[in-house]
């Protein structure tokens, strides 16, 4: 089975805070992806991945940066946590179809 | 604005009622997937599709896809209690776009 984990399913932060979330793919794909998921908006895509050390840019990268250093990882970086970032973030894996991890919940206080 | 509008964004439901849920857009995609999301996990794919009209079966679940590719339906018949989640219905041009989703609960 096809497998994404994330590092934590449930992370409180402060104001200020740099935070790292880590995603960890099993399936060999290329592609990766990062998303928040708010009540009434879906999912919005932070940052890709088409290859290791190559990111780009989603709809909502602000306050937002990855890493990319191993074709199964992925980490989603938040340089200084803000509340408006509380959120569920989830990371994702495929091409025609895109795996999830089970997400993590992230409280910024 | 929502690149796909889900509706209704919440449906509360009877164990064994039949239910349909509507994927809209104004834009054209190569293919649509739908996606289940259960509380505290991420979403799991359960169908893709991608010629204009197509229809795809999943057990109780009956997936349709616009003929102009533009929208997408999700019908199940005599619902139960484990179809409880978020429905997310997902666009493909060039890169994937989300639904907002529809919460579904069916009370037994």
């Known amino acids: 089975d096809v497998k994404v984990t994330q590092s934590s399913r449930y992370l409180v932060k402060r104001t200020g805070e740099k935070v790292f979330l880590e995603c960890v793919q099993d399936?060999?794909?290329?592609?990766m992806f990062w998303y928040r998921q708010d009540p009434g908006l879906g999912l919005r895509l932070i940052y890709f991945?088409?290859?290791?050390?190559?990111?780009e840019k989603g709809d909502i990268p602000e306050g937002y940066s990855v890493s990319r250093e191993k074709k199964e990882r992925f980490s989603l970086i938040l340089e200084s946590a803000s509340t408006n970032q509380t959120s569920m973030y989830l990371c994702?894996?495929?091409?025609?179809?895109?795996?999830f991890g089970p997400g993590t919940r992230l409280t910024v206080l | 604005t929502q690149l796909l509008e889900q509706s209704p964004q919440f449906l509360s439901i009877q164990e064994g009622e039949n239910l349909t849920v509507y994927c809209n857009s104004s834009s054209v995609f190569s293919s649509l997937q739908w996606y289940r999301q259960e509380p505290g996990e991420g979403p799991v794919l359960l169908v893709t599709?991608?010629?204009?009209?197509e229809v795809k079966k999943l057990k109780r679940l009956t997936f349709q896809f616009g003929d102009a590719r533009k929208d997408s339906s999700l019908h199940i018949t005599a619902a139960q209690p484990g179809d409880t989640g978020l429905y997310l219905c997902a666009g493909r041009r060039g890169d994937m776009r989300f639904g907002a989703g529809t919460r579904l609960t069916v009370k037994p």
């Open positions: 991945s088409y290859d290791v050390k190559m990111k």
């Open positions: 599709v991608v010629t204009g009209g």
């Open positions: 994702a894996g495929g091409d025609r179809a895109q795996y």
């Open positions: 399936m060999d794909h290329e592609n």
